[in-house]
């Protein structure tokens, strides 16, 4: 019987990632129409986040080897490495994110291509410590096993590298409907949960602190973004979208309020959808905290971006 349950949620999370890979391959072929199109297909991508942070990390990215592990099609690395002339890696499993990526380079004529590869991030085609920088946004989530991506992304980064790395943050109004809301309201209604099932896990603070730890990376900073998903819920209100949302004199002591909290608190992070880790390996860790006046400039910067991203989200 043991043997048989195993065996049926095995079959059952592959299914489910089988699930939320063709979610991501029509996500990207829906971008790429709207591309096409001439449409904006960032006007509301989280991605403008990533920009900041990498910036207040690495002043100076030249000659620098990066990679983006499950880069998708690569838009904030372009803007974060590419543009500042690092010798930029993207790789994704989706071909389709990698065409688009293609696509976003001819646009902004960069001609060079041959760093744009269709591959597993758990078994990344690269000679160990090999990269200056690895950055991965909202990936390891989407594994069971966090750990195969982790391992792969220590061993190709060199010794005193820096890795980027983002995940769900348990505290959050996304990670709360996703994992809570949205799967019980499927159950009810019958319908499949498409929204949620591609998403394996969230994170405290501590937790994911913990897994890094476990792979020879130690954080040296915990950057918190993406506050205003916990706002976006509210817009169906009708007295508050009215009333609260068409003033950002309303809005912005809200932010300000969470922000304060999450520094109080930096355990928690609540209502923030985001964890943003800067981490390096164990022998060079610690030397590259921001600290003080810097690390405030930094989240009054993510706090206008959050602002401004809840109005975006309102046109």
Request: proline share 4%; net charge positive.
């Amino acid at each position: 019987m043991s043997g048989n349950n195993k065996q049926d949620n095995s079959k059952g999370t592959a299914e489910k990632r089988d699930n939320g890979y063709k979610q991501f391959v029509k996500q990207y072929k829906d971008l790429k129409q709207t591309f096409l199109r001439g449409g904006d297909i960032f006007k509301t991508s989280t991605s403008n986040f990533n920009i900041p942070i990498v910036k207040a990390y690495l002043s100076n990215v030249e000659s620098l080897r990066v990679l983006d592990a499950g880069s998708g099609c690569g838009r904030p690395s372009l803007e974060s490495y590419g543009k500042r002339k690092a010798n930029l890696v993207l790789i994704d499993i989706i071909p389709e994110a990698i065409e688009l990526a293609r696509m976003l380079y001819t646009k902004n004529n960069c001609d060079d291509t041959t760093g744009l590869i269709v591959g597993d991030i758990t078994k990344l085609p690269f000679n160990d410590e090999s990269f200056d920088v690895v950055h991965s946004a909202g990936v390891i989530e989407h594994f069971g096993d966090t750990s195969s991506p982790l391992k792969e992304y220590a061993r190709v980064l060199r010794s005193n590298g820096l890795a980027i790395v983002s995940v769900p943050n348990v505290f959050s109004w996304f990670a709360f409907y996703s994992r809570v809301l949205f799967p019980a309201y499927c159950f009810i209604r019958g319908k499949r949960q498409e929204l949620a099932e591609h998403v394996e896990k969230s994170f405290t603070a501590s937790s994911f602190r913990s897994i890094l730890n476990q792979h020879h990376f130690e954080i040296v900073d915990l950057i918190p973004i993406m506050l205003f998903t916990t706002l976006l819920p509210l817009r169906r209100l009708p007295l508050i979208r009215y009333h609260v949302f068409r003033r950002k004199r309303l809005i912005r002591p809200f932010f300000n309020l969470f922000y304060w909290l999450a520094k109080l608190t930096p355990a928690i992070n609540l209502g923030f959808s985001f964890l943003y880790a800067i981490a390096k390996k164990d022998e060079s860790a610690g030397s590259m905290r921001l600290v003080g006046k810097t690390r405030n400039q930094l989240l009054k910067e993510l706090k206008e971006i959050d602002i401004a991203y809840l109005y975006s989200f309102q046109t």
